[in-house]
């Protein structure tokens, strides 16, 4: 079993920064990717990011290109998300995943096998 734990959410003020962190640990599986996903209340859980663990590529959805960036630490079984200049929109909680094989760039949310519990980000005008 994986287990995934998401930190660096917080309150900020639009036009701010954050970076999420998201750990996983437990028995070592075969994954290529590790992605970010985010749902506000009332919506559905939207893509938001993913990196692979080989050869470095990323995807982004259209709503956040140009102002997050993800990255990640092979060694430490670590990915972060780098959020610049938050809006209001950008509000939700913050879901880390990692899927059992890939199939690049595996941005739907059933794709994914092991989820974290999430953490807020609340971005106030």
């Known amino acids: 079993q994986v287990q995934l734990v998401e930190s660096g959410g917080g309150l900020v003020q639009a036009g701010d920064s954050l970076r999420l962190s998201c750990a996983a640990s437990g028995r070592t599986f075969s994954t290529y990717t590790m992605g970010w996903f985010r749902q506000a209340p009332g919506k559905e859980r939207e893509f938001v990011a993913v990196?692979?663990?080989?050869?470095?590529?990323?995807d982004y959805a259209d709503s956040v290109k140009g102002r997050f960036a993800i990255s990640r630490d092979t060694a430490k079984n670590t990915v972060y998300l780098q959020m610049d200049r938050l809006k209001p929109e950008d509000t939700a909680v913050y879901y880390c995943?990692?899927?059992?094989?890939?199939?690049?760039?595996?941005?739907?949310?059933?794709?994914?096998?092991?989820w974290g519990p999430g953490t807020q980000v609340t971005v106030s005008s």
């Open positions: 995943a990692v899927p059992k094989t890939s199939s690049w760039p595996n941005r739907w949310p059933h794709e994914y096998d092991y």
């Open positions: 990196v692979s663990w080989s050869g470095g590529r990323t």
